[in-house]
């Protein structure tokens, strides 16, 4: 399961960079062809995680509220490494 969570944490943080990326909102069309891209990734990511997940993190990911579900893994992560 590792990996799968590293894979979404990873997409995830390229959704912000790609959100953030000022450069890339200059061109709409390419912009939004890249936010649809990565949100389709996360998407099939996330199906492909080994059931049940946490509450929380399903809740975030179910809600699309994908920066608090980025947050929730990089804590995670945090913890689990300081165990």
Not at 4 to 19: G, Q
Not at 39 to 62: T, V
């Amino acid at each position: 399961m590792d990996n799968a969570i590293v894979d979404l944490r990873n997409a995830l943080r390229e959704r912000l960079a790609t959100i953030r990326d000022e450069e890339s909102r200059r061109d709409q069309t390419a912009h939004l062809a890249r936010l649809r891209n990565i949100s389709e990734k996360i998407e099939r990511l996330e199906a492909a995680l080994p059931r049940p997940l946490d509450r929380q993190l399903a809740h975030y990911l179910n809600r699309k509220s994908y920066d608090k579900a980025l947050e929730f893994l990089e804590n995670t992560s945090t913890r689990n490494s300081q165990e």
